[in-house]
């Protein structure tokens, strides 16, 4: 009896020894910030390095693309194998994510983007380079998926929409001032492509730091396009146009400026100001469109742009002129897609939000792909076809929303909902962003 005694007694002792070891272990796969604002500041610095190290790439390749005696046909259709990758990526991010895991994939993701970067300053050729941009675009789709994720689980219903605005700014001024970073030496070498590898494989540090390991995967599954045409055919439409349109600006913006002439620092100018100017255009443009009928305010954001893009055929792309007409184009073309977003959320249920948004974000991504494909054929015959490609885009959209508002009475102002930033090369994962968490 002793003895059983002893026994169990040192067994207990054993037992609370390793409760206590329990206790005092770290949770694996957790984030090693525990602070949500600390996390939170971590997550969007890692977002500013990623988009930054593309931004970079894109007028990197433009610029260099130039130098390098490719036809802006040429160049114009391999920088148009990105948006190709997003497609593809951001239909493979969910998947991926379930079976191997956020860190993993981001990590290796991020790791394979930053070695394509440098894969395209030792193999300068159209093929190479159209092969590249497809896997990169592939690679950011998936990473965008993963930081939208990232950001949902931090989200709550008192800040959602201040995460939405913050990821916005972040993403566009992030891919503005990387575009700056091309005059920092010379493009013909291969500093620069290190440079933008280097920021994204950086991005791995305090994203991967800030996240946990497996947060719920919330892609929603998306309603049929039919369903959506059916339903609400203006938001669908105008998401495939302008995403027509804005996937012409950032994909083939640098390779028109650089056949125009212009220099590196020039072109970074060029192609950055219409981002500058969607940063200033975003919130008026949306609390306008809450306060009176928003297919209203989409039709004449649309005349804007269309108007701003065909002025640019009588203006120098190097003058103070021609750059504040790009950036006001750029304040009125990029905040279409948040506020076809808005219009299309207005026609349905609060249930099916989420699904719509996926479904916009698969039509902006294919307007992004085609758009910039039809300008780079185009431009073979004239360089302007850029401009008039844009133009004619917003035109559409014009006269779309004009024929609705003309044949089909829309809600009410009361009835409407809020409007909320979205940047363009939102992956499907946003869409959760928009929901309120019960």
Avoid: K
Avoid at 147 to 166: D, P, S, V
Avoid at 189 to 204: D, I, P, Q, R
Avoid at 275 to 299: A, E, K, N, T
Avoid at 324 to 333: D, K, N, P
């Amino acid at each position: 009896m002793r003895r059983r005694a002893r026994t169990l007694a040192v067994e207990q002792q054993q037992q609370q020894q390793s409760s206590d070891l329990d206790q005092a272990a770290p949770v694996v796969g957790g984030p090693a910030l525990a602070g949500r604002f600390s996390r939170s500041a971590a997550l969007f610095g890692g977002i500013t390095l990623l988009m930054a190290g593309h931004g970079l790439q894109n007028t990197l390749l433009g610029v260099r693309a130039e130098s390098e005696g490719f036809s802006s046909t040429v160049a114009g259709l391999v920088m148009a194998m990105n948006f190709a990758g997003f497609l593809v990526g951001a239909a493979l991010a969910p998947r991926l994510l379930r079976q191997v895991g956020h860190v993993r994939v981001f990590a290796a993701l991020a790791s394979l983007g930053s070695s394509v970067t440098l894969v395209q300053a030792v193999f300068v050729t159209p093929l190479v380079w159209g092969a590249c941009r497809l896997v990169w675009g592939m690679c950011l789709a998936a990473l965008v998926v993963v930081a939208e994720t990232w950001l949902n689980e931090l989200a709550t219903n008192r800040n959602r929409g201040q995460m939405i605005a913050t990821y916005m700014v972040v993403t566009m001024g992030s891919i503005a001032t990387g575009q700056f970073l091309v005059t920092a030496a010379d493009v013909n070498g291969f500093t620069l492509f290190a440079v933008s590898s280097v920021l994204v494989s950086l991005a791995l540090v305090p994203m991967s730091l800030s996240a946990s390991a497996n947060p719920p995967v919330v892609v929603p599954e998306p309603l049929s396009l039919r369903a959506m045409l059916q339903t609400a055919p203006t938001g669908v439409i105008v998401a495939f146009l302008v995403g027509g349109a804005l996937g012409s600006i950032s994909g083939l913006g640098a390779v028109y400026a650089a056949n125009r002439g212009l220099t590196p620092f020039e072109v970074a100018l060029f192609v950055g100001a219409p981002m500058i100017g969607s940063l200033f255009g975003q919130i008026p443009l949306g609390r306008l469109s809450d306060s009176v009928p928003r297919r209203l305010v989409i039709l004449l954001a649309a005349l804007a742009a269309a108007s701003g893009c065909l002025a640019m055929l009588a203006l120098d792309e190097r003058t103070v002129a021609g750059l504040a007409v790009m950036a006001l184009m750029g304040a009125f073309a990029y905040p279409i897609y948040s506020m076809a977003v808005a219009q299309t959320n207005d026609w349905l249920r609060d249930e099916q939000r989420a699904s719509a948004s996926a479904v916009l974000v698969r039509m902006n991504g294919v307007g992004a792909l085609i758009g910039p494909t039809v300008a780079a054929l185009a431009m073979s015959v004239t360089l302007n076809a850029f401009y008039l490609v844009m133009a004619a885009a917003h035109v559409l959209i014009a006269l779309l929303v004009t024929a609705r508002i003309v044949l089909v009475a829309g809600p009410s102002v009361d009835a409407q909902g809020n409007f909320l930033p979205i940047p363009a090369r939102a992956s499907a994962a946003v869409a959760a962003l928009l929901r309120l968490r019960r």
